[in-house]
């Protein structure tokens, strides 16, 4: 089993930055495709961005893209998203998630594909 958690959200000015950061527990994520999705209220979850476990592909919504970049660090066992120039629509609360795979390559973009998920982080950005 492995365990999630984000960190790193709060409350930021429209233009400001945030880093989350996504700490696994429990097991190394060294093989695992991690992502980031968010969830607005009233709307459904959302994926924002993927990363393969070797780090050699990555993956972004296009409303993010651009703006958010999507890093790991296998031997901190943590998945991080630097958000910059950050918009009153990018409020929402941002999941980690994980999967287990054999591909270095591969993501998954899809809510559906992932086995493992965090409690989420709000990120609230003001107008």
């Known amino acids: 089993q492995v365990q999630l958690a984000e960190s790193g959200g709060g409350l930021v000015q429209a233009g400001g930055s945030l880093r989350l950061s996504c700490a696994a527990s429990?097991?190394?994520?060294?093989?695992?495709?991690m992502g980031w999705f968010r969830q607005a209220p009233g709307k459904e979850r959302e994926f924002v961005a993927a990363?393969?476990?070797?780090?050699?592909?990555?993956n972004y919504a296009n409303s993010v893209k651009g703006r958010f970049t999507i890093s790991r660090d296998n031997a901190k066992n943590t998945v991080y998203l630097q958000m910059n120039n950050l918009k009153p629509e990018d409020t929402a609360v941002y999941y980690c998630?994980?999967?287990?795979?054999?591909?270095?390559?591969?993501?998954?973009?899809?809510?559906?594909?992932?086995?493992?998920w965090g409690q989420g982080t709000q990120v609230t950005v003001s107008s």
């Open positions: 998630t994980g999967k287990s795979t054999y591909l270095s390559g591969k993501t998954y973009l899809t809510s559906y594909e992932y086995d493992y």
């Open positions: 429990g097991r190394t994520i060294s093989r695992y495709a």
């Open positions: 990363i393969s476990w070797s780090g050699s592909t990555t």
